[in-house]
């Protein structure tokens, strides 16, 4: 009799290990604050195709653009926590709650950190019909008439808002910011001619710039992009000057541990593949993974950061 009771005591753990083990049962979805197109949306599908392969199940893009991307991680952050919805979120997650009233998430706690893909570097760039060539250009043609000239953002309080943002106070600068819903939007304002500049992400402005649409006049990281060694970098004419975001995955808080290993294992791999990581690099991203564990330990230090900047330009405007 002890035997049979206890087997049918292991019963329930047993199933409780072989469910574990299943994940993930059906295709996951994975939330972008931004349109179709954009950086932030190639990058979702390009790494959630590559990490589709490790869990054997779909990692579908599902975008919800708006507020910065706040409306997304809102509601993932509202998401049942059982690893089938994640956000790919940038550093504009983490200072949303800043610029923002009522967001519906907090930073830290609302979310379990799954993993670090990479840094994306911004670039400033100029509508062709613009008569600016180079930084010192555009320092000298928008000082001359404050207030009149215009820029491009992929939305309010993004971090192209910001480094815009940035840019002006350390630069002495009086420009409009031009919010879209996203950043493809935004790249094709400045294509158009609607806007003559804005802030979009190095993979939009180096494919537009290939075929002659935009000039590229700088890129937000603190020192030139090794793979674009002939783009300056803004500090170069603005000392100082750095706004360069971070991407990474988010699960709900309260997701099981066991799942958030076994997504962060699978987004790892993806990182280590030599084809991803060359169709990244080739797109203005620069890789930098980050296990759940380690990722977890750095977010406290960019939420106060980033929240800080956000904070003074508020401040200021």
């Known amino acids: 009799m002890k035997k049979v009771v206890t087997a049918a005591l292991a019963i329930p753990l047993m199933t409780g290990a072989v469910l574990a083990q299943e994940y993930p049962e059906r295709p996951i979805s994975m939330v972008v604050g931004f349109s179709p197109g954009g950086g932030m949306d190639t990058l979702a599908r390009l790494v959630g195709d590559r990490a589709s392969q490790e869990l054997g199940q779909q990692i579908a893009v599902e ?11 809102a509601h993932v952050a509202e998401a049942e926590p059982d690893g089938y919805t994640l956000y790919l979120g940038e550093t504009t997650t983490l200072m949303g709650p800043v610029v923002f009233d ?88 400045v294509v158009s001619g609607e806007v003559p500049f804005g802030f979009v992400s190095l993979n939009a402005a180096t494919s537009q710039a290939e075929g002659g649409n935009l000039k590229i006049l700088g890129v937000t990281t603190a020192d030139r992009v090794p793979d674009f060694p002939d783009i300056p970098a803004i500090s170069e004419a603005v000392e100082g000057f750095s706004a360069a975001p971070s991407q990474f995955v988010l699960a709900p808080a309260g997701t099981p541990a066991d799942v958030v290993q076994t997504l962060s294992e699978a987004f790892g791999t993806a990182m280590s593949d030599e084809e991803l ?41």
């Not at 009522?102 to 993993?115: K, Q, T």
């Not at 750095?298 to 980033?306: A, E, I, R």
């Not at 929240?307 to 508020?314: E, F, G, L, P, T």
């Open 277 to 317: 990581l060359s169709s990244l690099t080739a797109r203005g991203f620069l890789p930098d993974y980050q296990d759940a564990d380690t990722f977890a330990s750095d977010v406290p230090d960019m939420v106060s950061t980033w929240s800080d900047a956000a904070s003074v330009v508020s401040n200021g405007n």
């Open 63 to 73: 975008n919800r653009p708006g507020a910065g991307g706040t409306i997304a991680a």
């Open 102 to 189: 009522n967001v519906g998430y907090d930073p830290i706690e609302s979310f379990e950190p799954v993993a670090h893909l990479a840094n994306a570097p911004l670039a400033l760039v100029a509508n062709p019909d613009v008569p600016v060539e180079n930084l010192e250009d555009f320092l000298s043609l928008v000082s001359e008439k404050p207030g009149e000239y215009f820029y491009a953002t992929s939305g309010v309080a993004t971090v192209h808002h910001l480094a815009g943002e940035i840019l002006e106070e350390m630069a002495g600068l009086d420009m409009v910011d031009v919010p879209f819903q996203g950043g493809s939007p935004s790249v094709t304002a």
